[in-house]
């Protein structure tokens, strides 16, 4: 039932991705997450930033630490960017996701596999059930994706599974909210424009049951069998992104969520 859910869903959000303008190719690609121009540029700034604290914060240093290129497991890798970035700079990595289209999904991914010169390779699978073994993997970094998680116990299990000892499990761009009662009064906000947002397609993109957000309550709870710490990296982003929840306190609306760095090691 779930994997017929998750296919719906799947086929229905590269249509709403690629009107959205989320499609890239060539150069545009291989540029990501540096992309300068078109109405997107301002959402990649954000990624961009959080992109570069996670190799200051976490590669490089775990690059040093061990003496030898890293392994990477992307978790979400949508069209490979963040995979092919890790590769170009020397490390394998493994660009993972339950989406194949060519609109973002692994389809994409293929034009950077041919460039990465054998240090990249595409996995369609879930985060929830890697199809890899114990303790391959030096990182596993949840790319803009964790909050695609319907057990997020379950993806922890699996990212910690294929983790070596001592490696690091990072969160990349997925919303978080210091307070329960923010998160769920944006997923209230979201059904209750769904069809503005997605047309005739809001009962399928709603259809499977997501987290939607994360809490640092969220990650302790779903954490705890794994013995998961996390720690919170700020990331200094743009002003304007920075200055959102002064804007809201002005408008009287919700307190917007943050992204940030979240990394954890796994004892």
């Known amino acids: 039932m779930i994997e017929a859910t998750l296919e719906r869903f799947g086929e229905a959000y590269a249509v709403h991705r690629e009107a ?35 190799m200051r914060r976490v590669v490089r240093p775990e690059r040093c630490r061990l003496l030898r290129p890293l392994s990477i497991l992307d978790l979400g890798a949508g069209n490979g960017w963040l ?14 996701d339950i989406r ?3 609109v973002d999904g692994l389809g994409a991914a293929a034009a950077l596999v041919r460039q990465a010169e054998g240090r990249m390779r595409c996995l ?18 949840f790319n803009a994706s964790l909050h695609y ?12 599974r294929t983790v070596r000892k001592g490696g ?19 997923v209230r906000e979201k059904h209750a424009h769904a069809v503005d947002r997605f047309g005739e397609a809001a009962g399928i993109l709603l259809e499977p049951r997501f987290i939607e957000f994360l809490t640092p309550e969220r990650l302790a709870a779903s954490s705890r069998a794994w013995d998961l710490h996390w720690r919170r990296h700020r990331v200094a982003y743009p002003l304007w ?3 959102r929840p002064i804007r809201a306190a ?14 954890a090691r796994r004892p």
Not at 37 to 43: E, T, Y
Not at 85 to 96: N, V
Not at 180 to 185: D, K, P, V
């Open 20 to 54: 959205e303008g989320r499609r890239f190719a060539g150069a545009e690609l291989a540029g990501l997450p540096y992309l300068t121009d078109g109405p997107l540029a301002r959402q990649w700034s954000v990624r961009a930033r959080t992109f570069e604290s996670f």
């Open 83 to 96: 995979s092919y970035r890790a590769a170009i700079e020397g490390d394998t990595a493994i660009a993972l």
């Open 100 to 102: 194949t289209d060519a």
């Open 124 to 141: 369609s699978a879930s985060f929830q059930a890697i199809p890899l073994e114990d303790s391959c993997v030096d990182v596993a970094v």
């Open 149 to 160: 998680a319907t057990d997020l116990e379950a993806a922890f299990g699996e990212a910690a």
């Open 168 to 186: 690091c499990i990072a969160i990349l761009d997925s919303p978080f909210y210091a307070r329960e009662g923010n998160g769920l009064s944006m």
């Open 241 to 243: 992104y920075e200055l």
């Open 250 to 263: 002005f408008t009287r609306r919700r307190r917007p969520s943050r992204f940030d760095l979240w990394v």
